[in-house]
């Protein structure tokens, strides 16, 4: 097959500036328990292409299953191109590579049969539906995915990668006649079944934090001081920040590259953020991207400064800056974008005790139910709180939802916690309809002062 | 598709389903201002769903070509999979309209991109700074349906759709504005588009202070699309059968204000999510969810209808949450086809000209992230205008808001506009219309 892919692209790549095959196999198993029924087991196995051309700065794309037509996409994809082609093609200059990545798996979900796997889940769904008699329903959810994919390009590049992805969560479901609330862990891995393994205490602890949640208030709403757990900063990271830093949004706002100036000042000399394919483990460990382009560990700010962004060969050669590896679809029926891999806030000095002390009236916020973010405002809500009164943590609250402005929040990060923790579960980032990318987040606690958070007058 | 059922039954399973779906599509993309990419796609898969000894294991792939292999994964999940709660449907014929369009195919390339940048030229022509962006897409849905009562039910579905947005920074807010259509015929204005999306950038341009507190407010038609995701969780056959849906037991009871009615319409006409039948076979229907506040129905798939002791509706749909958009790989489930909400009797004008200090609602950021089955929406409102002295004086930064729809939207609902609009809920396909939605009041979080 790779011998057909050159072949196709030898032949064809006078025709245009640029021309990449990405090939891809893949097969997934699901086990979901909902309540007490086992609500599916199925798989799914997938094959099929993607083919980009660039002419003159225009792409021309096909996505296609029938990898047995691939000249004829090849020619398809040019034509397209050429179409649209009308100025110059800028790619950042990458080392040609020739490489295989195999799996290098701690712990093979393979392994695993199903009658294990679905045991396991099952005494996972029986804690949370025997807690108490006020949990009244359950979802428990596993997925593994395995990828083989190849990229071929123009260049003479030739990649090929096996990928693993594992995630799954358990919720507990708790309600009365008025309420309904929810609460979960999460596992998540690249290389390790065992993650999944010995969650029964975890579960014990979310299966009280459900019941706990049914007669904890809504928080107030209003200004306050804000400690965030490693999870929900992570996803702080993730929203506020990783999704402006996304260089598809910047290489040709001309506006865009005046807030994101590099060397700008975005927040104290504690503040270091970053975006890396390194961290073995993650489910945003990613070798090459799919663009056969070797991954890094990018800093996007650097003690408060803002030093990089996260590139695709495109926007790297279009703003004059350093390829990052960051080019990644979901899957062969798309093209390869501005993506997320694994972003982290990192560690600083603070101990959790220095940032509690002072805080008159704050909250603690932990664990996180998904963030969104629209440029300039961020919007993220925590899956449970705590109320911080004198340095002291007092009644648990729900419904903490924190928003605001990404600039003035990230200069009011006042103090970052000394443990980089990363934290992976299931589904994943969307942007342009491609989702859920296998991402990852992390970081320490962080306080944050002066922080909206919407609840209830 | 026979094919495969029958190597599948050949092999050892007892019943079956088969659900295939080939897409095609052809997208033009202009970005920044420029003409960017030129798409097209093909992908077909199916979606297998058996019986063996009682139990139901469900198969998808791509793979078309080696109905050996998936049968063998087949016979190897069921063995662990759950037991069989509903049997396929027995409609073998289903009346339908052609659902098909060779227009949509028709429509030169030239003319999309000609129009695309008539569309760029007129709104830089307003504001040369903006970044407009323009999408064109064309598909095709060819869907079919075999199963082992000799089910054997297929059609194939045309859809347009044409997306433009613009953005553009302005001091220190980001404006990000868009408006879709999606239809059946090919058939678009360029030019209304652009003065749609014109004059919602002009509006979002006026920053206007916003006091926090309990004020009256305008939901609209997107917003209100918004928010009703919440219902759309609690109406779900699936939700209604876990036990944990809020609307668990009350057919026929008063869930939301006497002035609402909403209708879920699989049959409309130029529907883009109208089909003849729904993803399981069973024939699409006009459902009357809510009637003058009062619930009546809830949504079903074969298996809630099954397990819950209804009739099917025509919902069991294979879209992903909150997308929706057919995948085939996606598990049959409750989902909204078209939501009509109907109209009220007060001019949208008249709405505004009656508050004196108030606000407009469009978009509420962040709103998934809630807990949607208890009818909870809450976030950042991503673009919402003040009213002062019965006028808009601007776009309001800063606020939040958190409620639950079964609570603000029972009895504190003053009026819905006379007219009704298309409005869509991010790449969701299907056809919804909606009003104006006013409330008495609500309470609006922000800085003091």
Sequence with gaps: MREVLKNIIEALKAECDYLEIRLEENETTNIVFIGENLDQVSKKAEKGGFVRALYKGGWGEVSFNDVNNLEEYAKKAIKQAKIVGKSESRLAAVPVVQDQVKFKLKSDPRKVSFEEKIEMLKRYNDIVLNYNEVIKSSTVKYNE??????????????????????????????????????????????????????LEEEIKKICQLAVD??????????????????????????????????????????????????????????????????????????VYDDEGVKTEKTYLIKEGKLVGRLHSRQTAGIMGEKPTGNARAVSYKFPPICRMRCTCIEEGTSTFEEMLKGIKLGILA???????????????????????RDGKIAELVRDVNLSGNVFTTLNNIDMIGNKEIFKDGPGGCGKNMQFPLPVSEGGPYIRIQKVVVGGEE | MKKILDKAVEMGVQEGEIFYLNNIKEEIGFENSQLKTVNSSQNAGIAFRGIKDGKMGYVTSSNLDNAEQIAHDMLEVINYSPKKEFNFSQNKQVEHKDYGNDEIWNVPMEKLIEDGHKAIELVKKYDDEVLVSVQFAKEKQEINIVNTNNVNLQYK?????????????????????????????????????????????????????????????????????????????????DTVAMG????????????????????????????????????????????????NGVLKSYIHSLKTAAKLGYAPTGNGLRTQDLFTYKKYDIAPKPDITNWIMAPGNVKYEDMIADIKDGIIIDNIMGIFMNNLINGDFAGNIGMGYAIKNGKIAGRVKDAAINANIYDVFLNNVVALSDKSYKCSLFDSIGTHVMPYVMLKDINIAGKK
Excluded: W
């Design chain 2, 244 to 291: 944990i849906s809020p609307l668990c037991g009350k057919i026929g009871e008063r869930i939301l204000s006497e002035k609402i009615t909403l209708i879920d319409d699989g049959t409309m006409e130029d529907g883009v999510s109208s089909m003849p039948f729904d993803d399981e076979g069973v024939p699409a229907q006009k459902s009357i969810l809510v009637e």
């Design chain 1, 145 to 198: 995915v395995f990828r083989y994919l190849t990229v071929i390009n123009s260049e003479g590049t030739c990649i090929y990668q096996e990928q693993m992805d594992m995630g799954g969560a358990i919720v507990a479901i708790a309600s009365d006649e008025s309420n309904r609330q929810m609460a979960f862990t999460t596992f998540g891995s690249s290389n390790d079944f065992s993650v999944a393994l010995g």
């Design chain 1, 213 to 286: 949640l049914l007669s904890a208030p809504k928080v107030k709403a209003g200004e306050y001081t804000v400690i965030a757990d490693s999870e929900l900063a992570g996803v702080f990271a993730h929203e506020a920040f990783g999704h402006l830093s996304e260089a598809d949004g910047i290489y040709e706002d001309p506006k865009q590259q005046e807030i994101m100036k590099l060397g700008r000042e975005l927040g104290g000399q504690v503040l270091n953020i970053y975006d890396s394919g390194l961290v073995e483990g993650c489910r945003g460990y990613l």
């Design chain 1, 366 to 388: 932990c664990s996180s139910l998904g963030g969104e973010t629209n440029g300039e405002l961020f919007t993220f809500s925590a899956q449970y709180g705590y109320m911080i």
């Design chain 2, 157 to 237: 579905k045309d859809n347009f759709s044409l997306g433009m947005g613009g953005s553009l920074i302005q001091g220190t807010s980001f404006i990000q504005c868009g408006i879709s259509e999606k239809n059946g015929s090919g058939k678009y204005d360029i030019r209304e588009l652009a003065e749609k999306t014109i004059e919602k950038i002009s509006m979002a341009k006026q920053d206007c202070s916003f006091e926090a507190g309990n004020k009256p407010a305008i939901f609209t038609p997107s917003a209100m699309l918004e928010i009703l995701i919440t219902l759309q969780q609690g109406i779900s056959g």
